[in-house]
Nanobody
Framework: VQLQASGGGLVQTGGSLRLSCAAS????????IGWFRQAPGKEREGVSC??????YYAEPVKGRFTISRDNRKRTVYLQMNSLKPEDTAVYYC???????????????????WGRGTLVTVSS
């Protein structure tokens, strides 16, 4: 399983970015794919997850981020709008055993992930 995240960059507060997660050597159809982020000096934080039946967002990003997938392109996207300085982190896409229910306050541990992409939001 190989995943490659891209699309990070520097953006001002209130701006938008779209991250992409490209999968190689496997079809997305059978996997739950999600994003987690890690800021310097902070713990890893699950952000969002998508499976064939569930879409999940962590509370800090609800209403601002949208996750989607294109199985034909083997790509998962994370559209990030209304970005805040606290969104600054390295973002990783990963496979998961499942996505949690929408009322859950956390995601399951990531199973595998690739290199992340840095998102920097300036104030």
């Amino acid at each position: 399983v190989q995943l490659q995240a891209s699309g990070g960059g520097l953006v001002q507060t209130g701006g938008s970015l779209r991250l992409s997660c490209a999968a190689s050597q496997f079809a997305l159809d059978y996997y739950a794919i999600g994003w987690f982020r890690q800021a310097p000096g902070k713990e890893r934080e699950g952000v969002s997850c998508i499976s064939s039946s569930v879409t999940y967002y962590a509370e800090p990003v609800k209403g601002r981020f949208t996750i989607s997938r294109d199985n034909r392109k083997r790509t998962v996207y994370l559209q990030m709008n209304s970005l805040k300085p606290e969104d600054t982190a390295v973002y990783y896409c990963a496979t998961y055993s499942a996505c949690p229910g929408s009322d859950s306050d956390s995601m399951f541990p990531a199973a595998s992930w690739g290199r992340g992409t840095l998102v920097t939001v300036s104030s």
